[in-house]
Structures are given as structure tokens and as C-alpha cells.
Nanobody, 121 residues
Framework: QVQFVESGGGLVQPGGSLRLSCRGPRMITSVFNPLLMGWYRQVPGKGRELVASITPDRFTNYGDSVKGRFTISRDNSRKTVYLQMSDLKPEDTAVYYC????????????WGQGTQVTVSS
């Protein structure tokens, strides 16, 4: 079952910024709050890449390709996870998805529609 709705994507020039949002409208906060959450991205012909994750205690982890440029955060009262993306590069172009992760960092729920990010001049 799809649990998350992604938004905030768009077309941006290289060096620009975007903030993505991931909401869990069907979840109650007691279910959302303990979740390990992650942002993924996928380009055509490739598998989904985990780019950032955040624990319930707000410890964060980033892929090497986005470290220092992307920031993941969460607002449990809104059942929402954010991905602030800065200094965007053309290679960041992808469909971005969010999901909860299991303890061995596998996606938990069915995938939502994602949000398209295109970095181009």
C-alpha cells in the first residue's frame, strides 16, 4: 500500500535549489514517528538509489554524490520528511521518491508516484 506522497520537484538551473516534501497522510503519528525514512532517486534504465536517510532521533546519512549539498529533515507533527537540495547539478536529474526503511535499510511500503527534478540550463 502506498503511504507517502512526494511533492516539490520542478525544473531548476544548475547551482539552484529545491525543497522536496514527503507526506504520510494516511499514517497516524504513532506509526510515522518511529520510522527510519529515506529519499531515493531513479533515472530511466537504472534502479533506485538511496540518497539520504533520517532516523527517528534525526540522525542523518547521505550518499557520497549528495553529501554537503542535500539536507534531510523531518517534522513528525506534520508526518513529513523534507529534502533540501542545493548546488544542484545536471546529474541530480531524476524522479525522487521517499519511503520508510526496514532495519536492514530496505524499502517498506509500495512506491508513490515520486516527484520529477530536472536540472538544466
Amino acid at each position: 500500500q502506498v503511504q507517502f506522497v512526494e511533492s516539490g520537484g520542478g525544473l531548476v538551473q544548475p547551482g539552484g535549489s529545491l525543497r522536496l516534501s514527503c507526506r504520510g497522510p494516511r499514517m497516524i503519528t504513532s506509526v510515522f514517528n518511529p520510522l527510519l525514512m529515506g529519499w531515493y532517486r531513479q533515472v530511466p534504465g537504472k534502479g533506485r538509489e538511496l540518497v539520504a536517510s533520517i532516523t527517528p532521533d534525526r540522525f542523518t546519512n547521505y550518499g557520497d554524490s549528495v553529501k554537503g549539498r542535500f539536507t534531510i529533515s523531518r517534522d513528525n507533527s506534520r508526518k513529513t520528511v523534507y529534502l533540501q537540495m542545493s548546488d544542484l547539478k545536471p546529474e541530480d536529474t531524476a524522479v525522487y521518491y521517499c519511503n520508510a526503511l526496514t532495519s536492514n535499510r530496505q524499502p517498506t511500503y509500495d512506491w508513490g508516484q515520486g516527484t520529477q527534478v530536472t536540472v538544466s540550463s
